[in-house]
């Protein structure tokens, strides 16, 4: 019989924010790193839904398609185990990672949904009550465009901590999740150009592609920065909302990119005159198509961070 994970993580965002995307290029990131860590599917419907994500992704040059019907898919973390004093004969450390994955607006006020979707975001929501991890994707392009972040925020927030208080799982009262919040779309020069210009960049010095880079420490600034031209000026309560409701120290920001930069097919590294790895279709202008191979970026380190911050919880217990 398959281990159980010993911990879970659930994935949150307004629609069209990448959920999909992410996990395709999560399993893609595994794969470029130089360990042990990799993504299992826990049954053959989420085995078959990440090898359709990541063959799109990758071979297909295109974005996973948006889900049409309520799915629920259940995939495992699995990497090396602790070692030195926690160890206790464990060999490997496994992480459920979780997504309701549904169609846009079930994490949208009221009057934004349809009959039956009262029932649908209880699933939602039972996902991200059970959950000590939280991954929320904050889209800043859509957000310069729609500005709807904090509508899929406070309402799905108030509503978790409604169900934590009735189960006397407050702590100091803060919610008891950690929450990794990932600024989406770093490739796109309307993001980098912001980091530039904030002179947040840092670079990586083991990184032979030498891609540009926001660290954690500077995102949380850059994410108060793109929220500044939210469409509806309502994105500056996002992280208010999430400091009101979760610990500080339980909260980190990621600058994050599923697809990552274009790189210069000569020397094979960032090059700032031509970095595009979106570009128009040619055969369909209106339409965009992903240029080169995918590089993802900060993809695996929220996932890793949140395995390590519930596995010490668990051991604290």
Not at 123 to 141: C, H, K, W
Not at 206 to 225: C, I, T, Y
Not at 235 to 259: C, G, P, Q, W
Request: net charge negative; charged share 25%; hydrophobic share 40%.
């Amino acid at each position: 019989m398959a281990e159980t994970p010993r911990h879970h993580i659930a994935m949150w965002g307004a629609p069209g924010s990448g959920k999909t995307t992410l996990l395709a290029a999560l399993s893609v990131a595994l794969n470029r790193r130089d360990d042990d860590w990799k993504i299992v599917g826990q049954n053959p419907e989420s085995s078959a839904y990440l090898t359709d994500m990541t063959s799109a992704l990758t071979s297909g040059k295109e974005f996973p398609e948006a889900s049409t019907a309520l799915e629920t898919y259940q995939w495992a973390l699995i990497g090396p185990g602790p070692t030195g004093l926690f160890r206790r004969q464990r060999t490997s450390t496994m992480i459920g990672l979780t997504m309701v994955d549904a169609p846009g607006g079930h994490f949208a006020p009221s009057k934004g949904r349809t009959g039956g979707a009262e029932e649908r975001q209880e699933e939602l929501m039972a996902n991200l009550t059970q959950s000590r991890g939280i991954v929320f994707l904050f889209d800043p392009i859509r957000e310069f465009e729609v500005g709807d972040a904090y509508d899929h925020l406070h309402g799905p927030l108030n509503r978790l901590a409604e169900k934590m208080l009735e189960a006397d799982q407050f702590e100091n009262g803060k919610l008891p999740h950690n929450i990794a919040v990932c600024i989406t779309k770093f490739d796109d020069p309307r993001v980098l150009q912001t980091a530039q210009k904030q002179r947040l960049l840092s670079p990586d010095l083991d990184d032979k592609h030498q891609f540009p880079r926001v660290a954690v420490e500077d995102a949380r600034e850059l994410f108060r920065e793109l929220s500044r031209v939210s469409a509806t000026g309502s994105a500056e309560m996002v992280m208010n909302a999430l400091d009101k409701f979760f610990h500080r120290d339980r909260i980190r920001f990621y600058v994050t990119s599923s697809i990552g930069f274009y790189l210069d097919q000569q020397t094979e590294t960032f090059d700032w005159n031509d970095y595009l790895n979106l570009v128009p279709d040619e055969a369909d202008k209106a339409a965009l198509r992903i240029r080169g191979p995918v590089y993802p970026i900060n993809v695996v380190e929220p996932m890793l961070w949140l395995g390590e911050c519930l596995a010490k919880q668990g051991r604290s217990r």
